[in-house]
């Protein structure tokens, strides 16, 4: 009995040491970047990286400067719409796609798959040219709308649901099937409710690539009031460049509304996940 | 949770639909694109003056300079042009030759712009060969040599003077790195990145051409490119690695105190004039070569490399009247004068040198207008420049040579790479 | 064929007309917004590009004879499989192992989890910005902490690594979530056999935990190895085209976009881009193989 706790308790520890140890080294950048945003420019490039408390204490106004020469408020509302549509798009199709995949029989289903599979393997820089002049040709540059279009499917998506369907149980269908309900109906009532926690997921992720997303955003919106963050973002890198105090803080800034976002999901998730494990 | 995700949701497509239809409402504004930071609050100090008189706003845009030619591509591809932009000598002829600006000459002839204002070069840089003007030019730069005189006096060497010879300059670096070894400091820098305001300006002065008069080939390859590059080896065995140089670059060296010297263009004085220390700086002449040994600088033995960018009109644009306008006033005397005062780039129109020269009190920028007495070249350009330019900055071209600037041999072989790179792309053209 | 054709049923027919009615938009989307434009990107391959795509000349097959015999070429799809060496594997494995841990009850559970999701929420500039200037020689954390002179991402034998690095960094938070997700749906009632019988921890993961959580790892390989494959951002923003180890480093959609819209020569590019697909499908079948073999579902 006594070995049996003892050996929980250094299991833990050992937990415990090694979730710390990484934590550190996903922090570390982030402590470094803002920091770096506390500095003069002279101050980032000393030799010594350890200078965290510089003589003439923190820069905070170099914040200050970025949030003036930028519309961030701008950037984030275009992010935040962008992020949002595509969300709701990709979970929408997705899961009508991941539930017939998953669960339905028809012909050519083989073949259509393949075609999911397929887009996954190509890179995305090969369509980026032909969408947009399609987006231009249909007057969408610098709109909302533009900078969803690529968003609107996602084999990626289709792909998660579709394992997210597949493992579910087989009886549940059958027992609806007897009391007398459609497809559609199983597929509303019963199905897609199961699979929050993968459906969770992918919102999470359409929203993180739609917010790293670069290269769209860059060409569709080239005006400083239509882009999103991570354009935003490079095209200050260009502007700044060897300037890295400003370049950092407004790295910092650009990151601030995901983690907010984040923080806000977080119950969401914790929320979707109980209660499917609840289920099962 | 779900009501507030509702609301939230609903409010967001609120806003999202009137940021939709709000574009629209608005009066038409001019979109400007250009690609350096520098110069964007001085330009749009400009364009507000000329809104000033004809009512129409003028939004400038800054691009860095890779995303800059990807998007007017993609723009003149089938999507939209900004309405105006920056040419530059690197792809203007691309875009003269499939029609891509505005033509000019009808405006030009209608509001009697003179055009012998301008530098000869710049213009013929951007009139097409049947007559047409294309844009016009909207500035010219030089080079000079930047050095920090706090590591001079700290190691106890003399300063550049406008009568240094490029093995003067070596001497003095030589005297930096080795006294300044022990605190991470060295002579000078510069990458193979750095060719208009650096290893171009030697190849010239030992008598080479990067690209001949024609733009059709090159003499790099050639004993006297060799001679110039042989001396570029020299000034780079008391440099900072290439590595280092490529990892941090070489305004950052310079500014974060590492580096004695290294030579840069007019369009970058304004970063080192708002820099930290930015009281150390100096500027003096571009150094020569003194390739018949007499001691003093001949004809011929001192090029400094100038570029000058054109305003241009995209062909397309809904508004080529405005544009025009635009294009005209941000060229006329008054504009280019503003433009040198302000210290934005040294005018397109000749003759300003002076404006610009005063336009940073504390610094002496006069090293850039004295450049203009020095032969000038224009930056080599051919009609599809990055094809060759990128390649022999990199392995296979200069590159292996900067990784071992010990060794003369492998800079030998680099010319002759280099000229074997730029025949071969101009043969592609 | 011999094979008299079954009358579908009703309810069979009804299935596939449901089914197709799901799939349409999807599918009809990829369509339109992916496969279009791949075909022309595939079309392009067969053309010398003129400028701003007009004047295009027709070359046949030479673009592709002069990309499979660049050393260029295959060297960078080389430098493309070993940066997917060191993401997937290590990327995988420790998402995993964090995973298992988070999912018990300890306390701190959330705020592990925001940490080490907190590199995914970060822009691809950002991220470079800050790794690159870490790995400087000269004015780095890591050479500054560790009083070392390593070129980090200018040595052409150590760069791939550190990309590789940066690459691990970015992507735990990711697989993590998702195994988290697929942890939650193993249900307890297998551990609480398993403890009672004695089990250990570690017996628990490997004879429980690892075959259960099968299909949620055979997606994230998967995925992530495309993933992989296709990496562009990280050599793209932290190295400089001017750095010696570039050539022992660039992917091979690096090049694609150097030739493609760098030098506007979109018909070689598209080249090599085809190379990458083509060999992207090799992978993909072979994983399809094998999820049979290696998946358990329901």
């Not at chain 1, 899961?95 to 798959?113: D, E, I, S």
């Not at chain 1, 199983?186 to 459906?199: A, E, G, V």
């Not at chain 2, 070596?170 to 000078?188: L, S, T």
């Not at chain 2, 129109?349 to 224009?378: C, Q, W």
Request: charged fraction near 15%; proline fraction near 3%; aromatic fraction near 14%.
């Amino acid at each position: 009995m006594e070995s049996a706790i003892a050996r929980a308790r250094l299991s833990k520890t050992v937990m415990y040491i090694i979730l710390i140890l990484f934590s550190f080294i996903m922090i570390v950048p982030f402590a470094w970047m803002i920091l770096t945003a506390l500095k003069t420019n002279q101050e980032a490039i000393s030799v010594d990286p350890f200078y965290i408390f510089p003589a003439n204490g923190w820069h905070w106004e170099n914040f200050g400067k970025v949030w003036e020469s930028y519309n961030f408020l701008i950037l984030y509302k275009n992010t935040l719409l962008m992020i949002l549509f595509r969300v709701i798009c990709a979970c929408l199709t997705a899961t009508m796609a991941g539930y017939a995949f998953g669960r339905l029989r028809f012909p050519g289903k083989n073949f259509m798959f393949a075609l999911v599979l397929v887009q996954m393997m190509i890179p995305s820089q090969i369509f980026i040219i032909p969408q947009y002049l399609m987006v231009s040709k249909l007057g969408l540059l610098n709109t909302v709308t533009g900078l969803v279009f690529p968003g609107l499917v996602t084999a990626f998506g289709t792909y998660l649901l579709k394992t997210g369907y597949q493992g579910l149980p087989k009886d549940l269908e059958e027992a609806a099937a007897i009391d007398g309900c459609n497809i559609g109906q199983r597929f509303l009532r019963i199905m897609m409710p199961l699979t929050r926690s993968s459906m969770v997921s992918l919102g999470i992720f359409t929203a993180l690539f739609a917010f790293k997303d670069l290269m769209w955003p860059m060409i569709v919106c080239t005006r400083a009031d239509t882009t999103t963050l991570a354009a935003g973002l490079a095209k200050m890198q260009g502007q700044y460049g060897n300037d890295y105090p400003t370049m950092m803080a407004s790295a910092v800034l650009a990151l601030v509304p995901m983690i907010v976002i984040y923080v806000i999901f977080q119950k969401q998730f914790v929320e979707g996940i109980a209660t499917s494990g609840g289920k099962l | 949770m779900k009501r507030i995700l509702a609301i939230v949701l609903a409010l967001m497509m609120v806003m999202g639909l009137t940021g939709l239809t709000a574009a629209s409402a608005a009066d038409f504004t001019i979109n400007v694109n250009i690609w350096d930071s520098n110069q964007q609050a001085g330009l749009q100090a400009i364009a507000d003056d000329w809104t000033a008189i004809t009512g129409v706003p003028v939004k400038i845009e800054v691009i860095d300079w890779n995303s800059y030619w990807t998007l007017l591509a993609a723009g003149a591809q089938g999507g939209k042009m900004p309405d105006v932009f920056w040419t530059h000598s690197n792809t203007v002829q691309m875009y003269m030759d499939n029609d891509l600006l505005l033509k000019l000459n009808d405006y030009i002839e209608k509001d009697g712009v003179d055009m012998s204002l301008y530098y000869e070069d710049i213009v013929a840089l951007y009139t097409r060969a049947d007559g047409n003007i294309y844009a016009l030019p909207k500035d010219h730069d030089t080079i000079a040599l930047l050095y920090n005189k706090a590591i001079f006096d700290k190691y106890g060497v003399a300063y550049p003077t406008d009568d240094w010879t490029w093995e003067d300059m070596y001497e003095a670096a030589k005297k930096i790195q080795e006294a300044g070894a022990a605190d991470g400091v060295y002579g000078m820098a510069m990458n193979t990145s750095n060719n208009q305001d650096g290893w171009y300006n030697l190849v010239y002065d030992y008598g080479g051409q990067v690209i001949t008069d024609d733009h059709k080939g090159t003499t790099i390859g050639s004993d006297n490119g060799k001679a110039g590059m042989e001396m570029v080896r020299k000034l780079l065995t008391v440099g900072a690695p290439q590595s280092v140089v490529a990892e941090t670059g070489t305004d950052s060296l310079f500014q974060s105190d590492k580096v004695g010297m290294i030579t840069q263009g007019s369009w970058m004085i304004n970063s080192f004039y708002k820099a930290e220390h930015h009281d150390d700086y100096a500027w003096a002449c571009l150094p020569y070569a003194d390739v018949n040994g007499n001691g003093q600088c001949d004809d011929g033995e001192r090029w400094s490399c100038y570029n000058g960018l054109g305003w241009a009109a995209a062909f397309n644009t809904e508004h080529p009247d405005e544009c025009a306008s635009l294009i005209e006033y941000f060229c006329s005397v008054d504009a280019q004068k503003k433009q040198a005062e302000l210290g934005v780039t040294m005018a397109g129109i000749k003759g300003i040198s002076d404006e610009f020269a005063n336009a940073f009190p504390g610094m002496d920028v006069s090293a850039f207008t004295k450049a203009e007495s020095f032969k000038l070249y224009f930056r080599p350009y051919t009609r599809n420049t990055v094809a060759w330019e990128d390649p022999i900055q990199q392995a296979g071209g200069f590159l292996d040579a900067w990784q071992n600037p010990e060794d003369p041999a492998l800079m030998a072989t680099a010319c002759e790479n280099a000229q074997r790179i730029i025949e071969e792309a101009i043969a592609e053209e | 064929m011999a094979k008299p054709r079954k009358k579908r049923t009703a309810a069979a027919r009804n299935e596939a007309r449901w089914a197709w009615a799901f799939i349409l938009p999807t599918i009809i989307g990829l369509i339109i917004l992916n496969y279009y434009p791949a075909v022309e990107t595939v079309i392009q391959s067969f053309y010398k590009t003129g400028d701003f795509g007009m004047g295009n000349k027709w070359v046949g097959l030479a673009n592709y004879q002069k990309v499979l015999g660049s050393q260029e070429v295959w060297q960078s799809l080389w430098n493309t499989i070993k940066y997917a060496i060191i993401e997937v594997p290590f990327g995988v494995c420790i998402a995993l192992v964090l995973a298992v841990f988070l999912n018990k009850k300890l306390k701190g559970t959330s705020i592990f989890r925001t940490i080490f999701f907190l590199p995914m929420v970060c822009a691809p500039a950002a991220v470079a910005m800050v790794w690159r200037w870490l790995y400087n020689q000269q004015f780095g954390l890591l050479n500054n902490t560790f009083h070392t002179q390593i070129a980090w991402i200018s040595d052409p034998n150590l760069a791939w690594i550190s990309i590789g690095i940066i690459g691990v960094w970015s992507v735990i938070g990711y697989n993590m979530v998702l195994f988290i997700s697929g942890l939650q749906e193993i249900p307890g009632d297998y551990y609480e056999a398993a403890e009672i019988d004695g089990a250990t921890g570690i017996k628990q993961f490997f004879k429980i935990t690892v075959p259960l959580l099968s299909p949620t790892t055979f997606f994230i390989v998967q995925t992530r190895l495309i993933g992989a494959l296709t990496v562009f951002d990280l050599m793209f923003m932290v190295l400089d085209k001017t750095n010696v180890a570039l050539k022992k480093t660039q992917s091979i959609v690096y090049l694609f976009y150097d030739y493609a819209f760098t030098k506007s020569n979109k018909g070689y590019g598209a080249a090599v881009v085809m190379v990458l697909v083509v060999f992207i499908m090799i992978v993909t079948f072979i994983l399809q193989r094998l999820e049979k073999k290696l998946v358990f579902y329901n």
